[in-house]
């Protein structure tokens, strides 16, 4: 299975089916990666979009965008949302609990999301709120060649 496939099956399985839902790939390069963690790691992000960015939101946008470094060292994956955006919290966006306020959740998802990838993956994770709006995270995670 590639990336792209993967990630197009978990937005079947989350009923992300409403909401445009793109994914691109410049890359072929053939690496281990931990899929199960990964698959994790997008359904929680698809989660958190589906139930904060897009709530009231007919028409959402998802995009991932899946590159590496130009020494394809690292796989660079760029995952953006339309939705909401969270521009005023992002400092405390993988705090656990952080989302309590909205009682639509736990407030575990990013927090989740960091230790898997920081933690499991010994990658980086980055949130940006674009001016157009949305959220964008940009994962790094180093690349170990099959």
């Known amino acids: 299975n590639t990336l792209p496939d993967i990630i197009d099956n978990i937005k079947h399985v989350n009923k ?9 790939s410049n890359t072929q390069i053939k690496a281990k990666l931990q899929i199960s963690i990964l698959t994790q790691v997008f ?7 589906l ?38 919290n992002l400092e405390k966006l993988y705090d656990p ?28 994770i980055e949130a940006t709120s674009p001016d157009e709006g949305g959220l964008m995270y940009k994962i790094t995670l180093p690349i170990e060649p099959c």
């Open 16 to 24: 992300a089916l409403q909401h445009e839902f793109l994914v691109v």
């Open 43 to 49: 359904n929680q992000l698809i989660t958190n979009t």
């Open 51 to 88: 139930q904060h960015g897009f709530s009231n939101l007919e028409s959402g946008i998802i995009k991932v965008f899946i590159t590496t470094d130009r020494d394809n060292s690292r796989l660079i994956i760029k995952y953006s949302d339309n939705g909401k955006g969270n521009s005023s």
């Open 97 to 124: 609990f952080s989302d309590q306020q909205s009682k639509k959740g736990l407030g575990l998802g990013t927090f989740i999301i960091y230790n898997l990838i920081v933690q499991n993956m010994n990658g980086f």
